[in-house]
């Protein structure tokens, strides 16, 4: 390994090859690079790519930040170890967009007005990643919960403005999406618990608590009445003195 008192000896010579840099112990790195040498050297492109490689194997993924004018080559190097990296490089291209999303989606929080081809890559990756996407349609929803129903936290809180087709795909992929929405028609309802009765444990009213009402209640008795026996803490007292009193009547015989 160099050390840094041979370092310096290079650094005054101005050569560095490529064992050169591979050869730097973790601290000789850091204040190669830390110390603005690099920025103020155009190194060719294979020293490039050594920097970018050994910035990778001793975690300093930020690296290319101190390449002067690093090549395209290099940046889809550095983007493609650490999506993050495309935070410093300057006008990105598409190509190193959709490498730096691939890699990690998040990191389109840091690329300017990404196409739709950039923003699909981020959420296929990471649904989550539409957390950092304006304008998302359709299909960037649709994309974004197949890969992570808990994404649905970022494109609405009211099932009011989710399509149908989204709000069921962020269901089957994470049961537990439903957390994230409230304001459930009954009939919604009626979807989510057909899918999992289950569910009905995490099924919230407009106003953000899981009591459901009344109403919703006895909707519910109706098209699933085996729902009050199985879960009778989300159903209020006077509904099941109601049908305990109608099963003993005879009119209803499938609660307890």
Known sequence: MIKFEQYLLKHQESSYSVDDIQDMNRQTFAYFVKNNFVKNTTFDLEIQHAIVERGVETTYYDVIKYINNPKKEVQLHAVSAYGYAIEYIKNPDQDVQLAAVKEDGRSIDFVDNPNKAVKLAAVNNRGISIKYIQ??????????????????????????????????????????????????????????????????????????????????????????????????????????????????????????
């Open 135 to 256: 304008n998302h349609d359709y299909d960037i929803q649709l994309a974004a919960v197949k890969e992570d129903g808990r994404s649905i936290e970022y494109i609405t809180s009211s099932v009011a403005f989710i399509h149908d087709d989204i709000f069921i795909a962020a269901i089957k992929q994470n049961k537990r999406a439903i957390t994230f929405v409230k304001g459930l028609s009954d009939e919604y309802i009626l979807k989510v618990l057909k899918l999992d009765q289950n569910l009905i444990k995490e099924i919230k009213n407009e106003g953000g608590n899981r009591r459901l009402s009344k109403s919703t209640q006895e909707f519910l008795i109706s098209k699933m009445p085996e729902l009050l026996s199985k879960y009778p803490q989300k159903f209020s007292p006077s509904i099941k003195r109601k049908y305990s009193y109608l099963k003993l009547a005879g009119e209803i015989g499938v609660l307890d």
